[in-house]
């Protein structure tokens, strides 16, 4: 099921229609007034975080609003410098071995 998405002059002529302001709007639905005005204006490309948001909340583009708490990505894991440690470890059974360190052979 699509939504038709709108226009700015679109949105700006439905807030005329219903008498509400962009201030009154954005305290409603719990937005900033700042980043509403961004969007309005086109100062802001409305892709990531609150602009996203409200471009979506008002119909300029389609999307889904997310509560980030849900959206949190699974953290990975990198993988381990085996070889590295591997060499470290052996460098220093070598100096143990030897009684010398690398220092004092450089």
């Known amino acids: 099921m699509k939504t038709q998405v709108k226009t ?3 949105v700006r ?3 005329r229609a219903c008498g509400m302001t962009q201030s009154q709007w954005c305290v409603a639905n719990g937005f900033s007034l700042n980043v509403m005005r961004e969007v309005m204006n086109g100062r802001s490309l409305y892709v990531y975080g609150e602009a996203h948001r409200i471009a979506v909340a008002l ?3 389609e999307g889904q609003i997310m509560p980030v708490q ?10 381990r410098p085996e070889r590295k440690e ?3 470890a052996e460098r220093r059974g070598e100096e143990r071995r030897s009684g010398k360190s690398a220092l004092a052979e450089a």
């Open 8 to 10: 700015i002059e679109q």
């Open 13 to 15: 002529a439905e807030f």
């Open 59 to 61: 119909g300029l583009k």
């Open 70 to 79: 849900q959206f949190l990505p699974t953290p990975c894991k990198l993988p």
């Open 86 to 88: 591997r060499r470290s």
